[in-house]
Nanobody, 112 residues
């Protein structure tokens, strides 16, 4: 069974940057869509960004221009570069593959 291993979360001040990584444990499968979602306390999980294989990336309006999603298909890894972080970005960030597989989540906390 494919597992998604996330890393890169942490505590950062407003305006700071973090880079999240998510690596799939197996390379036998084709990961058509890789993406990131987040869930803040008391809120529903929401889309942050997706990167279709060979397609255009997609971002939530709230992160457009600040976050960049990228993927390395040779390593089955997806990244999320987060710049100019704001307190409202505080959440658990989850990696997702093909809208089915989920990572364990990594905490991002932005202090004001």
């Amino acid at each position: 069974q494919v597992q998604l291993v996330e890393s890169g979360g942490g505590l950062v001040q407003t305006g700071g940057s973090l880079r999240l990584s998510c690596a799939a444990s197996e390379s036998r499968f084709i990961f058509n869509v890789m993406g990131w979602y987040r869930q803040a306390p008391g809120k529903q999980r929401e889309l942050v960004a997706t990167a279709p294989r060979g397609g255009s990336t997609n971002y939530a309006d709230s992160v457009m221009g600040r976050f960049t999603i990228s993927r390395d298909n040779t390593r089955n890894t997806v990244y999320l570069q987060m710049n100019n972080l704001k307190p409202e970005d505080t959440a658990v960030y989850y990696c997702n593959v093909n809208y089915v597989l989920w990572g364990q989540g990594t905490q991002v906390t932005v202090s004001s």
